[in-house]
């Protein structure tokens, strides 16, 4: 599962341009080693063979020598010395760069940085999906009945380990602190998304989102928890199309279950 990290720890970038920059280098070397080779076979084959076949043969020599298949023409006693010094040149160069490169792209940094290279590909094809806003119970509940029906949930949370569960339960994720989640909201493709429910138990940041959103996709649907008829209005105010105020919802219910309970008792 992936994670789109919108504070992307800057180092990952760094490593792998710093790892490619290196194994340019790594490369150059090892070409320069085989047209050194070559030339220097060439120069020593005092044999009567056509131009194009003496080139060819040490290139072909050369190549093998870089690539450590050892399946060599044969050689006097002057290319032998040569290639001896070549072979040594070569081990050295492959020294250099197995140590230059190894271990550099698995680092935690380089991973989140791939990580977010894969991600901004799968949102950028991402469509009539559901955006859920935090991951605390109330948003876990919603999008597990939303996977449950088959919808493609996008949950965006402020929490690494919330973040690494919603993963883990098979969401598509966008990590964010709080005050970034204007980023993370441009990033969670609201120009194509069916929804967008805000689950987060803090209001006033409840009532930021709704902002955002509403200023990004003002025909996006916007359903949003409010404490009471004030917190109601701010919300729809704010572009929120559905405002779900849960103490009425749980008066509701209780009342429904004291009318059966009557109804049932003799």
């Known amino acids: 599962m992936w994670i789109y990290r919108v ?55 050369g190549v093998n020598l870089t690539t450590t298949l050892g399946d060599f023409s044969d050689f006097d006693e002057r290319q032998k010395l040569f290639m001896l010094a070549a072979m040594f040149v070569t081990m050295l160069v492959g020294a250099y760069a197995i140590s230059r490169l190894t271990g550099m792209l698995s680092g935690d940094d380089v991973i989140a940085y791939r990580e977010n290279r894969t991600m901004e590909r799968k949102l950028g094809h991402l469509s009539n999906h559901i955006v859920v806003v935090g991951y605390r119970s109330l948003g876990q509940r919603i999008a597990a009945k939303l996977q449950d029906a088959g919808d493609t949930v996008l949950v965006v949370a402020a929490d690494k380990a919330l973040a690494d569960q919603a993963a883990q339960r098979g969401h598509l994720v966008i990590l964010s602190a709080p005050e970034a989640f204007d980023d993370a909201l441009r990033h969670a493709r609201l120009d194509s998304a069916r929804a967008l429910i805000v689950t987060t138990p803090d209001s ?63």
């Not at 084959?45 to 194009?52: I, L, M, Q, R, Y």
């Not at 917190?231 to 729809?236: A, E, V």
């Not at 009425?248 to 309970?261: E, F, G, P, S, Y």
């Open 7 to 61: 504070n992307e720890p800057r180092l990952g970038a760094l490593r792998v341009r710093e790892w490619r920059r290196r194994a340019r280098h790594a490369v150059a070397l090892i070409v320069a080693v085989l047209v050194v080779t070559t030339t220097g076979l060439m120069l020593l084959d005092e044999s009567n063979a056509p131009f194009g076949k003496r080139l060819f043969t040490a290139l072909w020599d």
């Open 204 to 266: 006033d940041a409840n009532l930021a989102i709704t902002l955002l959103t509403n200023s990004i996709n003002k025909s996006l649907p916007i359903i949003a928890p409010g404490e009471s008829n004030l917190r109601k209005t701010l919300l729809q105010n704010a572009g929120a199309t559905h405002v779900v105020i849960g103490d009425d919802i749980l008066a509701d219910a209780l009342i429904d279950k004291l009318v059966i309970h009557a109804e049932a008792t003799p």
